[in-house]
Nanobody, 132 residues
Framework: VQLVESGGGLVQAGGSLRLSCAAS????????????IGWFRQAPGKEREGVSI????????WYANSIKDRFAISGDNAKRTVYLQMDSLKAEDTAVYYC??????????????????????WGQGTQVTVSP
């Protein structure tokens, strides 16, 4: 299984970007019925953190509080692709964004309800830089 991210780049604060995560090596049925896709990010000097999760089978989503109402996750199951629309970007959103896939109906959470960095597969990451 491979996950390939795209769409990162440099944008001014207040701008928008859309990240894509294309999955290959999975059948469409497997992708839809058995996998959740998550976006995580890691800023310099910080731990990787969960940003958003989508469960392909029923469209359930989860968002980190820091990006709620600014980011939107969506999926195109036929294309086995998940998108992260990022609006009203802030300098603190600067990070490497990673796509992750987990064979699960519920992504494991830490004690604060955030998804843990436990994935079946990871993408290579895409840099998002937001200038002040």
């Amino acid at each position: 299984v491979q996950l390939v991210e795209s769409g990162g780049g440099l944008v001014q604060a207040g701008g928008s970007l859309r990240l894509s995560c294309a999955a290959s090596g999975l059948t469409s049925d497997d992708f839809v019925e058995n996998y959740a896709i998550g976006w995580f990010r890691q800023a310099p000097g910080k731990e990787r953190e969960g940003v958003s999760i989508i469960y392909n089978s029923d469209g359930r989503t989860w968002y980190a509080n820091s990006i709620k109402d600014r980011f939107a996750i969506s999926g195109d199951n036929a294309k086995r692709t998940v998108y992260l629309q990022m609006d009203s970007l802030k300098a603190e959103d600067t990070a490497v964004y990673y796509c992750a896939a987990r064979y699960t109906s519920r992504w494991p959470e830490d004690g604060r309800g955030n998804p843990m960095n436990l994935a079946s597969f990871w993408g290579q990451g895409t840099q998002v830089t937001v200038s002040p």
